[in-house]
Every structure is written in structure tokens, then in C-alpha cells.
């Protein structure tokens, strides 16, 4: 009897001095994603993603917790002279698990690895700023994303209707 309530006095005073861990820290990381599609008339437009995304101790992105992403798109038409006419300017993009929290995001058209899955939308953005939809891909998911895929509705329609332009896949690179 004794052997136990010495080993339970031990183990109590073990607790006491053995230190909780941490909350996971957190860190924010600028981000900086270009791409450009030309158009068959000489002109192309120019997509601009910008802004931080924050990740936890082990470098993963934080699963989102609003609409608000943090990051911002801006997209610019250059016509076949070089000349720039900005159609969207720093306009937020919105955390598309948050809007629609049930969709498909298999269903916009990205290619290949930026394609969502079904009921996980993790990585894909949208900027309720465009008049037809405008999308953003940013992958890895599990990483700080290095490459942007954009798909821009250029009439009305939605998803699965109406013209689109989608430029090929884009690098993203840590901004300081």
C-alpha cells in the first residue's frame, strides 16, 4: 500500500514540473503570383495576387476560419501597343470554402493539380469583385503556394457556362 501512494505522490509531483507544450505558433508569409494569357486579337490580360497567407509552426497553411483571405487580386488588360488598363485593382479575394462551404470544387475548370475536390476547397480563392467570376488556384496545399492558376468568366454564365480564360500555371514567390 505504501509503494503505491509513493508512486502516486511521484507521478502527481511529475505533472506539476513537466511543462505544457505551446500553442502552435503562427506565421504570416507574403505572397506574390503572376500570370499572363494572350488573347488571339494581340492583347492579353495580366493577373496580379498579392498579400500574405498564414501558416503554422511546420509551414502548412492555416485552414481558413473566414471569407477573408488575405490576399488580393488585381487584373490589367495590355492591348497589342503595350498600353495597360486596369480592369480590377487590388480587389480581395474571399476564401471559397467560406462562401460556399457544401460546393463542388471540382467543377470550375482549372487543369490537373489546381482542380478542387469535391467538398474540400482548400487553396482555391474567388474575387467577388468581377462581374462574371473570377477564381484563383494557389498550390501546394500543404505548403506555401508556389504556383497560381486563375479562371476568368468573360461573359455571363457562371460555372459550367459562359467564356473563360485560364492561363497556364504560374509561379508564386515569397515576398519580403
Known sequence: MEKTIFSLGLL???V???PMPSVAQTMSRNLSCNATIALG???SFVYAVV???ELEGAGRPVPPT????????????RDRNGRLQTLLH????????QIAPDADYSRLPFSGNFRGKPNDGRGLYSSLGSAHGLYA?????????QQLQVVH????GGIGAGQFVRPGASRCRSAS
Open 12 to 14: 502527481a509531483a511529475l
Open 16 to 18: 506539476t514540473t513537466v
Open 41 to 43: 486579337n494581340g492583347t
Open 51 to 53: 498579400g500574405s497567407i
Open 66 to 77: 473566414s471569407r477573408s483571405s488575405g490576399l488580393v487580386m488585381t487584373v490589367q488588360q
Open 90 to 97: 487590388r480587389a480581395p479575394l474571399e476564401n471559397w470554402e
Open 137 to 145: 488556384s494557389l498550390r501546394p496545399v500543404d505548403e506555401l503556394p
Open 153 to 156: 468568366y468573360l461573359s455571363p
